[in-house]
């Protein structure tokens, strides 16, 4: 599976940004996927994710009521709708697909796929 994230780049704080990410080579509607993060010096770390069916959907207490995930199966798309950004949300955005579908799991290492990452920069 190939991964391609899109969407990120330079707002101010305050503002908003709509990652992307698009899957090719298998049936992207068996995955569930996530967005992970990280920033320069830390460690990368869970910011959402979303099972396969969109049933299931989980959240870092830290973007909580400010991302929202969702996706497209039929474009095999997953997106993540990032309002309200802060400095601290400055980052490289990973997409990530596991093929256990159904639970979203805030683990890196459970995630068998990943993308080549977005560089979100949010300016005080």
């Known amino acids: 599976v190939q991964l391609q994230a899109s969407g990120g780049g330079l707002v101010q704080a305050g503002g908003s940004l709509r990652l992307s990410c698009a899957a090719s080579?298998?049936?992207?509607?068996?995955?569930?996927t996530g967005w992970f993060r990280q920033a320069p010096g830390k460690e990368r770390e869970f910011v959402g994710g979303i099972s396969w069916s969109g049933v299931t959907i989980r959240y870092a207490d830290s973007v909580k009521g400010r991302f929202t995930i969702s996706r497209d199966n039929a474009k095999d798309t997953v997106f993540l709708q990032m309002n309200s950004l802060k400095p601290e949300d400055t980052a490289v955005y990973y997409c990530?697909?596991?093929?256990?579908?159904?639970?979203?799991?805030?683990?890196?290492?459970?995630?068998?796929?990943w993308g080549q990452g977005t560089l979100v920069t949010v300016s005080s």
């Open positions: 990530t697909l596991k093929t256990e579908p159904y639970s979203v799991s805030i683990v890196p290492r459970e995630y068998q796929y």
């Open positions: 080579g298998r049936t992207f509607r068996k995955y569930a």
